[in-house]
T-cell receptor, first 110, second 111 residues
Framework: SQTIHQWPATLVQPVGSPLSLECTVEGTSNPNLYWYRQAAGRGLQLLFYSVGIGQISSEVPQNLSASRPQDRQFILSSKKLLLSDSGFYLC?????????FGPGTRLTVL | GQQLNQSPQSMFIQEGEDVSMNCTSSSIFNTWLWYKQEPGEGPVLLIALYKAGELTSNGRLTAQFGITRKDSFLNISASIPSDVGIYFCAGLPVNAGKSTFGDGTTLTVKP
């Protein structure tokens, strides 16, 4: 069966520190992969999506970057976190037009 | 880019009441999707609609793909406390690989 993993589940980081969030998918090949951010009580903001290894499209100019070093691995990074980077980060992959979301990472930047 | 207008933004209802929410767009979509997100978790797909006019049920949930392909609604009948959460609509246009999401409807059910 297909599963999606994200870690860590929660993260507290100081302003100016680097960030690396990892997402891996099992049970499928060549998935479309997505990173979303969700502010408290708000909607989903698409940050990046990828249709294949090394192929990244950025939706919103910001302090973050994404990479896809392997077919089923999607990484969200930052060199220096800002307070405004706090939020709930969701990785997703699409199958048959619907998206399957991971459990999310709660990031708090202090 | 395409935008979805989802309404209402929030609902406070009594247990047992029916719920209705909808999404509209100025663009045509080929697929409409409805998700539910519980606190601290990722959204989970509830219903997928693939044809204009399609009406699909999943237990107490019913969703329809509008005939103009620019709107969709979700109804929940006889709400229960575990229905609480944020409900998102999403649309997929003809040739795009990514969904456009509405801003969500936050549902609170009072016992």
């Amino acid at each position: 069966s297909q599963t999606i993993h994200q870690w860590p589940a929660t993260l507290v980081q100081p302003v100016g520190s680097p960030l690396s969030l990892e997402c891996t998918v099992e049970g499928t090949s060549n998935p479309n992969l997505y990173w979303y951010r969700q502010a408290a009580g708000r909607g989903l903001q698409l940050l990046f999506y990828s249709v294949g290894i090394g192929q990244i499209s950025s939706e919103v100019p910001q302090n973050l970057s994404a990479s896809r070093p392997q077919d089923r691995q999607f990484i969200l990074s930052s060199k220096k976190l800002l307070l405004s980077d706090s939020g709930f980060y969701l990785c997703a992959w699409s199958v048959d037009r619907a998206s399957v979301f991971g459990p999310g990472t709660r990031l708090t930047v202090l | 880019g395409q935008q979805l207008n989802q309404s209402p933004q929030s609902m406070f209802i009594q247990e047992g009441e029916d719920v209705s929410m909808n999404c509209t767009s100025s663009s045509i979509f080929n697929t409409w999707l409805w998700y539910k997100q519980e606190p601290g978790e990722g959204p989970v797909l509830l219903i997928a609609l693939y044809k204009a006019g399609e009406l699909t049920s999943n237990g107490r949930l019913t969703a329809q793909f509008g005939i103009t392909r620019k709107d969709s609604f979700l109804n929940i009948s006889a709400s229960i406390p575990s229905d609480v959460g944020i409900y998102f609509c999403a649309g997929l246009p003809v040739n795009a690989g990514k969904s456009t999401f509405g801003d969500g409807t936050t549902l609170t059910v009072k016992p």
